[in-house]
């Protein structure tokens, strides 16, 4: 039998092996979720490399952590690539066979205040989806480099000091959650973890 020095020994070697990314969203989960289990969550992926790493995180933790993942993308038609990047997701979630739910938008005629719908839009769609398949919260891909651009933004915009409070970690939707597991991660951890990983 192992030696209990043998087997810290082991489990410091797991987590040497694990990317510090995914140590990380396992902290977030420890720390933000109930340990309730099995968890259903929903994960946003838009395509971009954040959305992409939270992913592939949470697929790696899923096991371990008793998480039933459930993709959800949000196509604005906003942008000519808009369709490739569904695609993407689309071909993510089969590869690690998870349901995909996908909602497509017709852009308004009026380009103005045109992001302030699309968000008004993808809130709608999480706390919907959260109703409808019983999902207890939406995780989101926002970084740290988001937090500072956040507080900068209001900054200069001249937000008052309650303004200019940074992103939350956790956040009320209806009877769900917001959860963003990825906000002590930074952009260059993102980019690293999907070099390693080999994703897109």
Known sequence: ??????????QEQEKMRT????????AAL?????????LPLGVAVSGGPDSVALLGALVSLADEYRLALTVLHVNHRLR?????????????????????????????EKPFGV??????????????????????????????????????FRL???????????????RALGKAWILRPLLDCTRQEV?????SQQLP
Not at 19 to 26: I, S, Y
Not at 159 to 167: F, V
């Open 115 to 152: 992001e302030a719908w699309a968000r008004e839009e993808r809130y709608r769609f999480f706390q919907t989806t959260c109703v409808n398949l019983a999902l207890h919260a939406v995780t989101l891909a926002h970084t740290v480099d988001d937090q500072a651009e956040t507080v900068l």
């Open 30 to 38: 420890v720390q933000l979720l109930p340990a309730i289990r099995p």
């Open 191 to 195: 980019m690293a973890y999907l070099h």
């Open 80 to 108: 000519l690539e808009a369709d490739e990047e569904q695609h993407l997701v689309e071909v993510l979630a089969a590869r690690w066979h998870l349901p995909c739910i996908v909602e497509t938008l017709t852009p308004p």
């Open 19 to 26: 990317p510090q990314l995914v140590r990380k969203v396992a």
């Open 1 to 10: 039998m192992p030696t209990s020095a043998q087997s810290d020994k082991r």
């Open 156 to 170: 200069l915009r001249g937000s008052a000091r309650r303004g200019l409070a940074s992103i939350p970690p956790l």
